[in-house]
């Protein structure tokens, strides 16, 4: 066991979904976990072809009049790791406790959202407690687009409240949240045989993050970087490949390109060590981990870009839009709308890119969408083939003005903490706003214990936080069964 005894319902459970294998769009195992739970506590269930499941536990005696309650969480978890250090479709973590903090050894913890798959079981396998009707839905796929709850099937769903465990600040209430999209962008050119000097430039060490909630503190994308670095390529400098990041909502802290030098090698270098310097003397605070490496290789043919789809597609990286685009001007401090460049891979003769794009608001969203596929139209030509496509787009999650959960959530807290939650909206994308779009008339609010650089090696989950915030979500459903 990971931590003391008496701690054992939570954490035995977060071990437990930690041994199976739960990365996006491998969900199989953690789904069939999932439906081996329920019907090992003889609970009715219902598991949907895209892996969806959703488990139903009856109110405890005396409380069947009350409204029913979703407990509502993902399954999947962003899959980053030390260099090749670890099998995600095969392997389950490697879970370590330092003091406070729960961790995994050299990938992320998947505390999002694991943290409430351990809530949600602990709950519904413990019969002492009392709570109304519980709807624990459990979607696949989350962190790749929502693609779970987007197929979620609400027609035999009866919750008036959602009580969705995917926040990770404690002592935060969160009552909405943007709107989003993914955008794919594919540049294809043609190849062709050359011969001279192969090397490759890295960048690696930036602070990266989630493109949501990180992403206000403006962190460096090291694909835009690279691009930078690559300004003013000369004509003797070819293409092989370039790429930085697999998640589109991941802000990019590792890229790489492979180059080759048919041309004076010498005069390339020195422009490329006057640019590091100046780079690491604008970044010297805010990216203090910052390191630029170039790695040369033997003399040697390599199949590259042609010049012109090469000129074409860096004019494109330096000209696309990330990061924060518009700040909220009823919440201070709040992004209302960003974009996150955060896939750049190369196959063959195709680049291909992912955007994240949020927004607080449906028309802005709109907006960096059509600047997107606006500059793509206007760099392509017929060296340099590029195309567009929108997909998982999910609304967003307007702010109750009238909500009974959120009273309920903000008195219990202050009872239990002597302190008033904070009542915040996020720019990250929740699936609160697909499940109110298919559900209008739920009362929603967002929870959960402390969980700190998520989507990254070094994310941890507080495991004081996590018991503090399991006791009050057991108070929250305590006073929703005790309602009048």
């Not at 195992?29 to 439906?35: A, P, Q, R």
């Not at 990216?287 to 597609?313: C, H, M, N, Y």
């Amino acid at each position: 066991m990971l931590v003391q005894k008496d701690d054992k319902t939570i954490f035995h459970y977060f071990e437990e979904i930690s041994k199976v294998p739960r990365g996006s769009y491998h969900n199989e195992k953690i789904s069939d976990y999932l439906v081996g739970f329920a019907k090992e506590q003889g609970l009715s269930y219902r598991q949907e072809p895209c892996g969806n499941v959703i488990i139903r536990k009856p109110a405890s005696p005396g409380c069947i009049t009350q409204k029913t309650v979703m407990l509502q969480g993902h399954m999947d978890m962003v899959c980053v790791c030390e260099g090749d250090s670890h099998d995600f479709e095969k392997e389950g973590l490697h879970l370590q406790i330092h003091g406070d903090w729960l961790e995994a050894e050299n990938t992320t913890l998947g505390g999002d959202d694991g943290i409430a798959l351990a809530y949600i079981l602990a709950i519904l396998a413990d019969d002492s407690l009392m709570h109304p009707a519980l709807e624990a839905v459990i979607t696949v796929d989350e962190e790749v687009g929502m693609e779970g709850a987007s197929a979620l099937d609400v027609t035999d769903l009866k919750a008036d409240y959602l009580i969705n465990i995917d926040n990770e600040e404690e002592g935060v209430l969160l009552v909405s949240c943007a709107g989003g999209a993914s955008v794919d962008v594919w540049w294809e050119g043609t190849r062709e045989k050359k011969e001279g000097t192969r090397f490759t430039i890295e960048l690696s060490g930036l602070c990266g993050g989630h493109s949501g909630t990180e992403i206000a503190s403006h962190p460096t994308n090291a694909s835009i970087l690279l691009g930078r670095l690559l300004q003013e390529l000369p004509s003797y400098v070819s293409l092989i490949s370039i790429n930085g990041g697999d998640k589109d909502n991941v802000i990019t802290s590792k890229a790489w390109v492979e180059l080759l030098c048919h041309g004076d090698m010498e005069e390339f270098c020195d422009m490329l060590e006057r640019k590091k310097k100046m780079i690491f003397e604008e970044l010297a605070v805010e990216e203090p981990g910052l390191q630029i490496k170039i790695l040369l290789e033997q003399d040697r043919e390599a199949e590259v870009f042609s010049w012109e789809f090469t000129k074409t597609f860096l004019d494109y990286l330096n000209l696309t839009i990330t990061g924060v685009q518009k700040m909220s001007a009823k919440i201070p401090g709040m992004v209302e709308s960003s974009l996150n460049l955060g896939i750049l891979q190369t196959k063959g003769s195709v680049i291909s890119l992912g955007y994240s794009v949020r927004s607080q608001k449906e028309s802005y969203k709109k907006y960096m969408i059509s600047q997107i596929t606006s500059l793509t139209d206007h760099l392509c030509n017929s060296s340099a083939r590029g195309r567009c496509q929108v997909r998982g787009e999910y609304p967003a999650w307007d702010m109750r003005e009238n909500s009974t959960l959120r009273k309920i959530m903000e008195g219990s807290y202050e009872r239990m903490f002597g302190k008033k939650p904070r009542v915040e909206g996020i720019h990250a994308g929740l699936e609160c706003g697909i499940l109110l779009h298919k559900m209008p008339d739920l009362d929603i609010v967002s929870m959960g214990p402390e969980i700190q650089n998520i989507h990254t090696v070094k994310e941890r989950l507080s495991i004081s936080s996590a018991k503090r915030n399991y006791d009050y979500l057991l108070d929250v459903l305590e006073k929703l069964a005790a309602m009048k």
